[in-house]
């Protein structure tokens, strides 16, 4: 079956310009180094959209300001903004962010994915979906989800 595009013309956003992150002058360069926003951001800006060939920074899902992180909680939120309330494939938009995640960062950290406030159609049920560890196993073990997941990771010349 195939259907046509959810959101056949996605408006564009500039990518920010890459930055570096500098270790604050007189640091012990044996001291641990604390995970920040821009840490995670950097981690998740060029996951490729499912449906586009566009990262998710390009199309405005994700932005540096959507990432909260609490090294204190080990605990890391991202909120994302589909790019249409009744987009079908925020779900996987989601478990990308999440595999993503779950492969960067150590493994204490908790890691929250969330659609932003208003932003879908169906927001209860997928941040619920999106945070069942056990649903998340399930999907992961989906051989052709798994695929399509591992594209939109996999990395890629963007402009």
Known sequence: MVMGLINANPVIHERKERRTRQAPEGTDET???????L???????????????????ELNVVT?????ISNELSHVRVTF??????????????LCL??????SLPPHYKVDIRV???????EAALNKQLNDKERVAAALENSNLLD??????SPTTLG
Request: charged share 30%.
């Open 39 to 57: 840490e995670i951001f950097e981690h998740i800006r060029d996951i490729k959209d499912p449906e586009h060939p566009y990262s998710l920074e």
């Open 116 to 122: 932003a406030p208003g932003s879908h159609a169906t």
């Open 98 to 103: 999440r595999v993503k995640l779950m492969r």
């Open 148 to 153: 399509t997941v591992e594209e939109c990771l």
């Open 64 to 68: 540096e300001d959507s990432v909260e």
């Open 81 to 94: 903004t589909p790019t249409v309330e009744h987009c079908s494939m925020a779900t996987l938009i989601g």
């Open 31 to 37: 001291a641990v180094e604390l995970i920040d926003q």
